[in-house]
């Protein structure tokens, strides 16, 4: 009997265990990051929070492709308070044009693979270009703790950074002043929870990290997925890029 009751111990606890752990994985093909930074201060923004909605049915999503929405909180003194906007976001953009990668610091403002891309309004279907190599990125969750490895195509001195942000979806808000007053704006792929943190680089030339809680998301979301991706400490331009949904 106590062989038994404890044989179903070991199986309902690989169960439970297995039930809270995830793993994402790219191949050695880059995944292309798409980045919009918007705000729901700004009138022009909901066609582009509309258009990357919509990126949510494409079949190539996670494995070609993964687009995130950063709200940033420049806009909110003309009337309206983003209830997603931080300041590290618009902090982020603005870092992104003094590195010459975007012309100005504007919303809605999209950078493709951390490049400026204005040409994403006349696509009826995403086209992002041919593919490129770009090394192995893995990533473990297990519960709230993350594991991730990444091997370069060749071995690097690099100092890389890991990316860690939780998006939410369907996010349902009723705009009550500003530019939008009136309007329920649906958000999807909105950071609600971010972090960075250094990977270590091994004598084999393989880098890895884990932190022991993923970042807390700013607000509840029913449907939620995970994206880390990497990039040189001094350039935020990505290297590698996985995700998907999570439990």
């Not at 400026?116 to 270009?129: A, C, F, H, M």
């Not at 939410?168 to 939008?180: C, I, P």
Request: aromatic share 12%; charged share 15%.
């Amino acid at each position: 009997m106590k062989i038994i009751i404890y044989t179903i111990t070991v199986l309902f606890s690989l169960i439970y265990s297995s039930a809270f752990a995830q793993s994402f994985t790219s191949d050695k093909t880059r995944v292309n990051l798409i980045e919009l930074y918007t705000s729901e201060g700004c009138s022009s923004c909901p066609p582009a929070d509309d258009w990357l909605s919509k990126l949510q049915h494409d079949p190539r999503l996670w494995s070609e492709f993964i687009p995130i929405a950063f709200h940033v909180d420049y806009w909110d003194y003309i009337g309206w308070k983003d209830p997603f906007a931080k300041p590290q976001f618009s902090s982020r953009q603005r870092q992104y044009s003094q590195q010459n990668n975007l012309s100005s610091v504007y919303t809605p403002g999209m950078l493709l693979n951390g490049q400026e891309w204005t040409s994403w309004r006349r696509q009826s279907n995403l086209e992002y270009g041919p593919a490129k190599s770009a090394g192995k990125l893995t990533v473990n969750l297990d519960d709230d703790s993350v594991s991730a490895s990444y091997q370069p195509l060749r071995k690097s001195n690099s100092s890389i950074v890991l990316n860690i942000a939780i998006l939410g979806f369907n996010l349902k808000v009723d705009v009550k002043t500003g530019e939008n007053s009136g309007r329920i704006l649906i958000h999807d792929f909105v950071v609600i929870g971010y972090q960075k943190i250094a990977m270590d680089l091994s004598s084999e030339g393989l880098y890895t990290v884990s932190a022991a809680n993923l970042p807390n998301p700013s607000v509840k979301s029913s449907t939620k997925a995970l994206v880390t991706w990497i990039n040189d400490k001094n350039n935020l331009s990505p290297i590698q890029v996985t995700g998907g949904w999570i439990n």
